[in-house]
């Protein structure tokens, strides 16, 4: 077993679901249920890892065995730049606490009571 990222959909079109390999975007396996989908998707990339790696080419590593720093470079408006500082002043947090928690889901109860979010 391989440990590859999959992402699984219903297709109300196709009558079946769909499982994609997320590092491997081209391969997918449709089946009418998920897990017979998953079971192909699993298959498929097992064999494909088999395949290259006996004519010894590269794939991409799994996403869980990636190592990622924590940080990234996000470029957007100065309209927007301008009014998440605001929003982080009125939260009384850094900018960089405030674009986590926004990121994450969670907005900060103070806010909350502010708007209706109900």
């Known amino acids: 077993m391989n440990r590859y990222t999959y992402r699984a959909e219903w297709c109300p079109e196709q ?24 079971a192909a998707a699993e298959r498929a990339v097992d064999e494909l890892i088999t395949e290259r790696q006996a004519d010894g080419e590269q794939l ?7 190592q990622y720093s924590g940080k ?7 309209a927007l730049h301008a009014r998440l ?22 907005v900060d109860q103070r806010l909350g ?3 209706d979010f109900d």
Not at 72 to 78: A, I, L, M, N, Q
Not at 98 to 105: A, I, R, Y
């Open 85 to 106: 500082v605001i929003e982080a002043a009125e939260q009384n947090v850094s900018m960089n606490q405030w674009v986590v928690q926004k990121l994450s889901g969670r």
């Open 15 to 38: 009558g079946e679901y769909v499982v994609r390999c997320i590092e491997l975007p081209w391969l997918s396996q449709w089946a009418p249920t998920l897990q017979e989908a998953t």
């Open 113 to 115: 009571d502010l708007f």
């Open 60 to 66: 991409p590593a799994p996403i869980p065995e990636r």
């Open 72 to 78: 990234f470079v996000v470029r957007t408006s100065p």
